[in-house]
DNA sequence: TATGAATGAGTGTTCATTCAT
DNA sequence: CATGAATGAACACTCATTCAT
């Protein structure tokens, strides 16, 4: 990659950060192109310049945060730790990236009525991979006889909207920071699996 | 309450329970008041005769929301029922407000954006009563030394966040119904509390 | 058709009767809705009110030139006159209204460009249909031997392009007036088809 | 003129030739320079090194056309030919260029409103050189009393008009090429001064 | 009460133009 | 000479809101 292609890279990520927490606060219609580009010291017409539209924008923001959360997972379900470890260490690092990238995995809108087909079906492909890993972690608990035998769909939607709902009520001015939040949420959630 | 009142509250309902479940679906931002108006085969016109603006239909539909969560929560709180058998009743009854009504707690948007601030604190009481009933119910369960012992405000919002996403993963074609989702959710919900 | 549509109507040949002269002087691309509105003492969102868009807009117009034009022919074409008259009255007819309508046929732009297939369709009907009757005269001309015997698409193509670029020179404030060019310039262009 | 001046020379030019024929397609308003600029395989900013903005790019242009064409129609109306011959020459030499050049005197937009004064007189100088040309053509014809007493400057408008209204008709697709169609229509023009 | 019509502020997007490198 | 990046003014279009009837 030339040096203008990272730079391009570079600035193309600093606008995906910033549209990816703006997005997740003021939600998809509420955001303008104006505060997104003003939130970087831009014009408007420069941030076009990168994106397509605001669209693609927040395509392109959930495929960032999709791909970094599994190899995220991907990464803590191959090291060699009991099975309860890896699951308490994916749940931490879900909750603290939410919390880092100030995001949502939820935009606030209906994904269907501004996407493409085939942006649904990447972003979709991608989610999948994600839960996957999950219900895989939470299926080699089960047969390793560390975790309860649990409908493991439901039992995996429902941590995960506990773990995304953190950011709807995470205040960093509380007591305990971001990493304590996701470790004392992640022991509590645990709880649902684990045979004691 | 004369016939004509009757008639506006009546009405005021109707469009209140649309609005609900519309907002929930696109958001403030994304929803617009053609669109509600039309769902009731209203002009729009005619919902800014029974309601001041945009805004207030978004008020009064959180109040409603929130007001009947908590008669509801109440209710079930004075029940003569051990009370592990109440806290789950509270979340049976929380999902499934939630999935009937087609509604969110979260309009997708920053309250503080959009509310005055005297109705900001009226939702936040609201809010607060309801999250004290479950605070309440938690506290008396770890009195009664059947729930363990936590830090009940983040199990209190870890619990509410897992049941106000299952709005967001619950799909009617499913196997189970808006019911036997409640229930099956809050058993597992029971799990991080219960002491077995 | 009631008052009301009567009025909406109304309301909407107005405005097609400005849009079509400010298009036909502007071109499509160079005429804002901005302009067409204020020049009808408008604001753009009234005359979004009556056409969904510009392309809407200048798709009514086209449909109303060429209905008038096709129902100006038509007449003529009925007329109880000799076939050269007839003709002849067709060519004023042809002029006068583009003239009087400030209007062009061709309004600057790749229709293929802007339209639908079947918005296309419609308009190329029309056309056809129009070009047809001219044709019709044509022949019936050389068929009573008061034409020549022509190529009848080529010398109805150039006679419909020497008509239609009147509008580019006709200047009001010339010695003639707009019916006097008119004559003038169909004395002319019989010469193309009359057997002298 | 140096090599360097005759190589920018050479690239005005082929910049010029493909702004042309886009700018007579999508008109002024409806072509943007990123168009044209991505024709010649070059970018935006490269095209502004040769010319200083859009509008210079059209008024080279139209100068282009039409010292070409005056040049055209001089060489003509000096060969040793009758005057109806060189009339005929004229038209068709005018008809063909358009189609090669695939270029229209008109390029959708109101001159006044993007020229200055200055370069309006220039336009309108040459314009109406060219037109004297085909007016002398024409008194000449009649001096010669091979074509009819006309009014000179409303048949020119009149032939004119035919002729550059091919552009909107002609397809090359069609049964006659070029240059078969510009034989066929200066024929039925001719029909129109020629004395029989 | 209800509504059709009008409004205007705001938003996404385009594009001619500039300029540092 | 060439270009990539940035800019900002302009424009199409939307939508909450108002108001006369």
């Known amino acids: 990659m030339s040096l203008r292609q990272k730079k391009i890279a570079k600035k193309k990520e600093d606008i995906l950060r910033t549209a990816v927490s703006i997005l997740a606060e003021k939600g998809y219609q509420g955001t303008t192109m104006e505060e997104i580009a003003s939130s970087l010291l831009m014009t408007k017409g420069s941030v076009y310049y990168y994106f397509k539209d605001k669209q693609d924008l927040l395509y392109q923001s959930q495929l960032m945060l999709l791909q970094q959360s599994l190899i995220n997972i991907k990464t803590i379900q191959q090291e060699n730790l009991p099975v309860v470890d890896r699951f308490k260490k994916a749940m931490v690092a879900h909750i603290t990236y939410l919390l880092d990238e100030k995001s949502g995995f939820e935009m606030m809108v209906k994904l269907e009525q ?3 087909t085939e942006q649904l079906e990447e972003i ?3 989610r999948n991979d994600y839960e996957k890993c999950f219900d895989q972690l939470i299926l080699e608990g089960i047969n390793d006889e560390v975790f309860e035998t649990v409908e493991i769909t439901i039992v995996r939607n429902t941590i995960l909207g506990a ?5 709807q009520w995470y205040s960093p001015e509380g007591k305990k920071d971001a990493t304590e939040i996701a470790e004392t949420v992640s022991d509590y959630l645990s709880r649902i699996l684990v045979i004691k």
């Open 114 to 116: 501004i996407f493409s």
């Open 124 to 126: 979709f492909q991608l």
């Open 163 to 167: 773990m995304n709902w953190v950011t």
